[in-house]
């Protein structure tokens, strides 16, 4: 579109737009903050709150310490107001859920389901999920909808990128599809990002500094959050470490087609290719292999717990090599925060303790001031939370808010919003 077709700003909406955004914000939480912060006078910022109040966008609080006076009444953005799908698609599972405008999740289902299977036959399968909640929570309209997918994606089209574990998936546009089918604007990311922003945004303990999130399941990836933001860089491929490479072995070979990758070594998948052509090492892998004539991932957790010798070699090779790659990471971006996350949570703590052990062994001194290493604590709906939080917080940029804030809703809008709504998260 050239310049000159571009709409401009809706302005006769930009007072309430903003004020509502000071909300949402946690920047203003009275009359008076929003008066102090919006330079409005007082007048129209009363107008606008009575008028977000009447649209159902904001909702009255507890009191207000007293500063001398009568105690004011505090403001608070009603998350409640819409609602928002998350979609989160892993290797071999997906994760739906409807979650309000704070990304707190309402409901969830999930599908063990392979991507392998193909874009057309998944996303018919995430559709019946939404359906499935929709019928359930009585949420069948979403305000916005954000979706996780376990590949490269380029951020600002929504599509996959020469997905490594996704044949027939390249180029392949999850936005496009959706859009078809709901008349809602929609947000694809990485998978991993996902998680890192919903663990940032929602994780326990939430300390608002720095976070570099390593997801390590069938595959491997990164993200970081920095001022929470998301770094995707130019194009989204920020993060994708899977792909370092760690061994000059050729016969280490990645399912991108490459050798020597961090996933070739690490990632779920090899491991239990590994594990399976030395299983007459480990019992309770051979055991496996007799009951159920091949290795799953679950098997790999099982075998660990139960202490069997081959399987706590795996790990721990796994997790020095993987530590390397990350004490490299945080010399160079100096996180306050490395959250371990994915399915290596469920072989219990050891694969964490020899992760943690080898980073600050081989980080800087500054560095590891006051670096703090744990597990993700979202490990069942940080995808879905983090997805929900892409659509939400998009849709309720200041920009975005301009376009549908005096209607108190954006439903029928979703085709201007997808164009003209500024990426914050």
Request: net charge negative; hydrophobic share 45%.
């Given at each position: 579109?050239s ?53 159902g966008?904001?909702?009255?609080g ?42 707190t ?46 590949g490269?994606?380029e951020f ?15 180029g ?40 570099l ?10 993200g ?22 760690v061994?000059?072995?050729?016969g ?7 050798t ?15 594990a ?18 091949e ?9 660990v ?18 530590a ?26 050891r694969?964490l ?27 069942e ?41 500024a990426?914050?998260?």
């Open positions: 579109m310049p000159a077709a571009t709409p401009l700003p809706a302005l006769d909406t930009a007072p309430l737009a903003l004020v509502v955004d000071l909300v949402r914000s946690g920047r203003a939480r009275t009359r008076r903050d929003l008066v102090a912060l919006s330079g409005l006078p007082r007048k129209a910022v009363a107008q606008r709150v009575d008028q977000a109040l009447e649209l966008l904001l909702e009255h507890d009191l207000a310490p007293s500063e001398g006076g009568r105690q004011a009444r505090t403001l608070r953005f009603h998350a409640g107001a819409g609602h928002v799908y998350g979609v989160l698609m892993g290797a071999s599972e997906i994760t739906a859920a409807v979650l309000d405008l704070s990304g999740v309402l409901d969830s289902e999930h599908l063990d389901w392979s991507v392998e299977t193909g874009p057309e036959p998944t996303m018919k399968q995430v559709d019946g999920l939404l359906e499935t909640l929709a019928e359930r929570t009585g949420a069948d309209t979403p305000w916005a909808i954000g979706v996780g997918l376990p490269p994606v600002a089209t929504g599509k996959l990128v020469a997905p490594p574990i996704m044949p027939g998936w390249d392949f546009s999850a936005r496009s599809w959706l859009r078809d089918h709901h008349d809602a604007p929609v947000w694809v990311d990485n998978d991993t990002n996902l998680m890192a922003l919903g663990e940032w945004s929602r994780g326990t303990p939430h300390d608002g500094r720095d976070m999130y390593i997801k390590v399941g069938t595959g491997i990836g990164a970081l959050v920095t001022h929470g933001r998301l770094l995707r860089g130019e194009h989204g491929a920020a993060g994708d470490i899977g792909h370092i490479r061994t000059d072995d050729p280490t070979v990645c399912r991108c087609g490459r020597g990758c961090l996933e070739a070594v690490v990632g779920g998948w090899a491991l239990l290719r590994e399976t052509a030395r299983a007459a090492e480990g019992p309770a892998f051979a055991a496996a292999l007799r009951d159920h004539g290795l799953k991932g679950a098997d790999l957790g099982n075998a717990l139960a202490g069997d010798p081959l399987a706590l070699e795996l790990l721990d090779r796994s997790a020095t090599v993987l390397g790659v990350t004490a490299n990471l945080l010399n160079f971006c100096n996180p306050g925060t490395l959250v371990l996350g994915g399915g290596v949570l469920k072989t219990g703590p694969f303790e020899r992760l943690r052990d080898t980073v600050f062994e081989r980080c800087t001194d500054l560095v590891c001031r006051d670096l703090t290493v744990r597990a993700a604590s979202l490990t709906h940080g995808g879905v939370i983090g997805a929900g939080l892409l659509a939400a917080g998009n849709l309720l940029t200041l920009p975005a808010l301009t376009r549908w804030v005096d209607r108190g809703s954006p439903l029928g809008q979703a085709a201007l919003l997808q164009r003209f709504s990426e914050i998260v």
